[in-house]
């Protein structure tokens, strides 16, 4: 019986030797998995707008309620007329309320008694389109209401035309690989500064996509740009 004492002891050192040989094993992976540079890659491009959105007000003032809730559904007309002719669709033109307040009901409005006028009327259009040229050509165009005694403006003075880029899904899938391959340039720049290699990507975070005008007076033209951020493993 004394000669079988040593199986389990054998038993035991193999398992510890084993329990080493992987301990070891996985801190030297561990070590080797710590070894990463984290960089950031760019893509950006300029892309034309794809929608517009033009809200428009008609003001009128007058004295007389009735006379002015007739002039103001006039000149709507007028100018619902207007882009039709202009070769808008009719889908691309809403027509929305006419508001009419009378100042002298207003408490709040202590100059009231010193108006000249008593009632102003608003009328609003919205103009929606893809047609981006013809938005334009008729923003030119319209200057000629004015002269027909015509007064509107856009509704939001510090945005008088909305332009919206609605493609993004479609580009997505490039800029993204675009941006990991401006991060890899980067990381093998830094691999052959440290006599190393890049491996594969250990983590990728992707950034929040961004729609820009490119500038103050082409708002029609819009700056799309996506950051990620990546970490790619280091070799020997």
Known sequence: M????WIPALIVALGLALAGYFIGETFLKGKKFDRYVSVKGLSEREVPADLAVWPINIVLTGNDLQTLRREI???NEQVYR???DQGFDADE???????ISDAQANLYNSNAQYNKYRYLAKSELTVRTSDIPKLLKSLDASLGLLSEGILFASKNEWEPIEYIFTGLNEIKPEMIEEATKNAREVADKFARDSDSEVGEIRVARQGLFTISNRDANTPQIKNVRVVSTIDFQLVD
């Open 2 to 5: 004394k000669q079988t004492n």
């Open 73 to 75: 559904e006039t000149q």
């Open 93 to 99: 033109v809403t027509r929305g309320v006419v508001n």
């Open 82 to 84: 207007f882009f039709m």
